[in-house]
């Protein structure tokens, strides 16, 4: 099921969808952590550790964040 879908199906509000939307394209994001060993170097254990970027929902009182999580996952 889409999130398009979800709109349709009047289970997200339009504004909740964009929501979902730029907090799974926050989620896509990897980046390459600057772990430095005794040398200096950038890496551990020979590769640089990656990590994903997050996504704050700080939208008020009943907003739908339930619901927007809940799209997310």
Request: proline fraction near 3%; charge should be positive; hydrophobic fraction near 40%.
């Amino acid at each position: 099921m889409s999130i398009l879908d979800l709109v349709q199906q009047r289970k997200l509000s339009p504004l909740q969808a964009e929501g979902v939307t730029l907090a799974i394209r926050r989620f896509n994001r990897v980046f390459l952590l600057p772990n430095h060993d005794t040398d200096g170097n950038a890496t551990v254990g020979g590769q640089r550790q990656r990590q994903r970027a997050g996504f704050f929902l700080g939208d008020g009182a009943g907003i739908g964040k339930g619901r927007q999580i809940s799209a997310i996952l």
